[in-house]
């Protein structure tokens, strides 16, 4: 089987993380977003995965080669040279996609799920038609793409309307689909979008069709949903007893759902969790207090710091007795003085804070 992951985009909402790496190699639960994906794919008998990429191809060339091996799979990638949007890249790539008759995935690089992708085919293959697309239920669907079914029908998708301005339904494209090749034909080369262009077009000759989601989903391409989208995946890791998190036994260990990588140097009585992911070389402080939040590789957090809803960026260090809360987001190598007190905002890169942050900005 074969699948294309849309890895295009600047990813301006999640600086100043996105202005040190793409964001689908911004770690997730320590892991680059988008190696979830591609074992995802992989253990679900894919062989051939087209990445779309428009922005800084090159870093993103040397870091998946190793998952050609890794997950044995082949890695193709399509690149634009101008931003083709989300559904010009299935066009660029018509080669790949289009060289047999099944059927391909194609993936929103920055959602997080358990991805059904066996389930989705042999729903896809039994409805008979042109296109399927994952959906999930949200709370704000303005921020999304709704689908609208038909009267009477469990799956066909009457209207799909992007980022609605008015309520119109609150299930949403969770950002993967199954498509037929003919859906090749309906794409021009040019910069067009598959939620304003593609779907409509396919609603209306009734070729489009959903298929419910079971379990957590989340779009982790901005902080807060970044943080909520942590917790989500590391309690579904919980639920099934997953071996890569933290044991609960460990004394520092609070609460649950903690994610540590074995390089990580854990402090005298901290308290961490719940809902925490500490990466690989990370140092932590004596007496140090973490809550819901993610420290990227070679972060450093010094004595009785404690730090809440916050990510910590690569070779960042937090000073004794600081105090981050409220959706801070420390880009790489920043510092933050002993006892400050950030109180939300993004902190880009190199940056050293001296003085504390009393309501939420943006540190240049
Ligand atoms: N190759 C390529 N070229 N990829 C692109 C381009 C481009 O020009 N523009 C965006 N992408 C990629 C992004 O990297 C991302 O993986 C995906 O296309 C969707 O773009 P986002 O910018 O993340 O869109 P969104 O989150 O506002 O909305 C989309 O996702 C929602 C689910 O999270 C839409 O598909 C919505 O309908 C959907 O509900
Ligand atoms: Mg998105």
Redesign the pocket.
């Known amino acids: 089987m074969k699948a294309l992951i ?4 600047f990813g301006t909402r999640l600086r100043p993380l996105t202005l040190t790496l793409p ?1 689908p190699l911004v770690e997730f639960a320590n892991k680059p977003m988008i190696e979830h994906q591609v074992a995802a794919l992989a253990a679900a008998g894919v062989t051939n995965i087209v990445l ?3 922005y800084r191809p090159e870093i993103m060339t040397a870091a998946l080669q190793k998952y050609e091996q890794q997950y044995n799979v082949k890695i193709d990638f399509s690149v ?1 040279t101008e ?4 559904a010009g ?1 299935l066009k660029l790539a018509e080669k790949i996609l289009g060289k047999d008759d099944s059927p391909f995935f194609v993936l ?4 997080i799920c358990d991805y059904p992708f066996k389930q989705l085919a042999d729903f896809h293959k039994a409805h008979g038609d042109e296109g399927t697309i994952i959906v999930t239920k949200v709370e704000e669907p303005s921020k ?2 709704v689908v609208v079914h038909k009267p009477n029908h469990p799956s066909r998708i009457d209207r799909f309307v ?1 980022k609605p301005i008015e309520f119109v339904g609150n299930r ?4 993967i689909y199954i498509l037929n090749p003919s859906v090749l034909s309906r794409i021009e080369l040019r910069p067009t979008s598959i ?1 304003q262009e593609t779907f409509p077009a396919m609603t209306k000759d009734g070729q489009l069709h959903s298929f419910d989601l079971e379990g957590f989903w989340m ?1 982790v ?1 901005q902080p807060k949903d970044f943080l909520s989208g942590t917790c989500l995946y590391l309690s579904s890791l919980t639920k099934k007893g997953s071996k890569e998190l933290t044991s609960t036994s460990e004394s520092y260990v609070h609460g649950g759902n903690v994610m540590i990588d074995p390089s990580a140097k854990i402090g005298n009585n901290c308290k961490i969790g719940p809902n925490v992911v500490i990466g690989p070389n990370c140092v932590i402080g004596d007496g140090v207090r973490l809550q819901r939040c993610v420290l990227l590789s070679n972060s450093k957090v010094k004595e009785h710091a404690w730090i809440k809803s916050t990510i910590v960026g690569w070779n960042s260090v937090v000073g004794r007795w600081a105090r981050l809360e409220n959706i801070c987001v420390l880009g790489d190598d920043v510092t933050v003085g002993d006892e400050i007190y950030v109180n939300g905002g993004s902190v880009l890169p190199h940056k050293s804070i001296k003085a504390n942050v009393d309501t939420p900005s943006i540190i240049m």
């Not at 931003?83 to 989300?86: A, Q």
């Not at 949403?172 to 950002?175: C, K, L, R, S, V």
């Open positions: 849309l890895v295009g985009g964001k779309a990429v428009n634009e931003p083709l949007g989300t890249p929103n690089s920055d959602v999304y793409g992007e949403i494209n969770a950002g939620e779009d391409g």
